[in-house]
């Protein structure tokens, strides 16, 4: 990606003026309407050398009398044989800049900037700005270690703007060096956030370069903090696909960050959907309808294809169970909820989940938390992955106010993690106009 086109010649380095030889150039007393002199505003008192003048004056003719740009270029060597002091090596370089803006020239004009910054002569505002202006030319010019170093020294010296955080940053990451990188990048966004702007591009280099470092749990939060400002189904994708990568999870987790990306429509590829259905199938298909569901997407979207044997098998399975499961679903919600064991309830409430009847889970999920704690054949408790469901339900059923409740109930660091992204979706559809979530 090239983050600057041009950038030192878009500059305008021709910013100071030259309208006189420097030995005729001071400013003389104004008088006011009643004819009293006052001073005009202090300029610095320059003591340019004779021969200086000599050969400055035909130069300076040639640029701004005859416009005889290639000319005062052709003679300019002349101007710098007869510099003897900062005052002359200040003019010099002034005038260096402006040739070389009129002949687009930018190593001419750059030889003036070092001419300036050679000068004790040259005010510190301009210092500052042409020290970051030479390392714009160095950026432009793919050389990044003087691009970071000229910018850096600008940046301590007081200049802001021109994005010039991530203008180090990119420098810095140009030459591998990411942490630094990565440094200059959270100062960029500061930065905007001190505007109260935001800079999604900034968002998205610092989630590269995370991921690049291998850092995915990096990568997830910036952009969580993107998805904080935008319901945008690529940063959904990408947020969580980071996300998932930076967990240990189990399956039962996996499945429900799945559930999630594609509630949000960020499932994009074909390892997504694979994924999604080992979740839904790692002891067999148990939820038929959801994997039809799922697949039948993928099928119509084109990500996935119908002849990935793969792909075929489990979904010709899963139709096949789907009537079955269909027609005796029902006939689980007494013995469920008649159980004195939370576990049932629970699991038949995934059933009905996979099935989109979210209030028939959403009763369930709280028939099995109200026998709680919930443990599984094993011994485990499974009361977190209960109480996530009950959320998840309600998420669906538009209870936003209770699904955050729930949310805010749970205890293991896998769930209350994944938990965060689905708060953020809460958010998102609390504000949207629609009142109803899309359905998985």
Do not use: C
């Not at 640029?63 to 005062?72: E, I, Q």
């Not at 910018?151 to 810095?172: P, V």
Request: proline fraction near 4%; charge should be positive.
């Amino acid at each position: 990606m090239k983050f600057v086109s041009k950038f030192a010649v878009a500059l305008s380095l021709a910013s100071l003026s030259l309208t006189a030889a420097p030995a005729l150039a001071q400013d003389k007393p104004k008088k006011e309407k009643k004819g009293k002199e006052t001073a005009a505003p202090a300029a610095p008192k320059r003591n340019y050398s004779k021969p200086f003048i000599a050969a400055f004056s035909p130069v300076l003719d040639k640029f701004n009398k005859t416009k005889d740009y290639a000319g005062a270029k052709a003679d300019y060597p002349t101007v710098i044989a007869a510099i003897q002091n900062d005052d002359d090596r200040y003019e010099a370089g002034i005038l260096a800049i402006n040739i070389g803006a009129q002949l687009k020239d930018i190593a001419f004009q750059e030889q003036g900037i070092d001419l300036m910054l050679a000068s004790a002569s040259t005010p510190a505002n301009v210092k500052t700005e042409y020290t970051f202006r030479k390392g714009a030319i160095a950026y432009d010019g793919k050389r990044f270690p003087d691009a970071e170093r000229l910018m850096t020294d600008a940046y301590n010296l007081g200049h802001r703007g021109n994005n010039i955080e991530f203008l180090i940053s990119n420098a810095q990451s140009q030459q591998n060096k990411d942490a630094d990188a990565m440094a200059w990048l959270g100062k960029a966004i500061d930065a905007d956030k001190a505007k109260g702007s935001v800079n999604k591009a900034y968002y998205v280099r610092a989630a590269n370069l995370s991921a690049k470092a291998k850092n995915y749990g990096g990568a997830a939060n910036w952009y969580k903090q993107l998805l904080m400002t935008e319901n945008n189904a690529d940063y959904w994708h990408d947020a969580l696909a980071f996300f998932d990568r930076s967990l240990t999870t189990n399956p039962e987790e996996a499945l429900d960050i799945m559930r999630l990306m594609r509630v949000t429509n960020g499932l994009r590829f074909q390892q997504e959907y694979a994924q999604y259905l080992d979740s839904l199938s790692y002891i067999g298909v148990r939820y038929p309808a959801e994997a039809v569901s799922v697949l039948d997407e993928g099928f119509t979207k084109g990500v996935i294809s119908r002849n990935n044997v793969t792909f075929s098998e489990k979904y010709n399975e899963a139709k096949s169970r789907l009537a079955e499961d269909t027609r005796t679903l029902p006939g689980t919600i007494a013995p469920a909820k008649a159980s004195a064991k939370g576990m049932l309830a629970s699991l038949t409430a995934d059933s009905f989940f996979s099935h989109k009847d979210y209030k028939t889970a959403k009763e369930l999920y709280e028939s099995a938390l109200a026998k709680s704690p919930i443990l599984d054949k094993d011994g485990k408790d499974q009361t977190d992955r209960t109480r996530f469901r009950l959320a998840m339900s309600k998420t669906m059923l538009g209870d936003y106010t209770g699904a955050k409740a729930d949310f805010a109930m749970l205890t293991s660091a896998n769930r209350k993690a994944i938990a965060e992204y689905w708060n953020i979706y809460i958010d998102q559809m609390a504000k949207s106009p629609v009142a109803a979530p899309a359905t998985t």
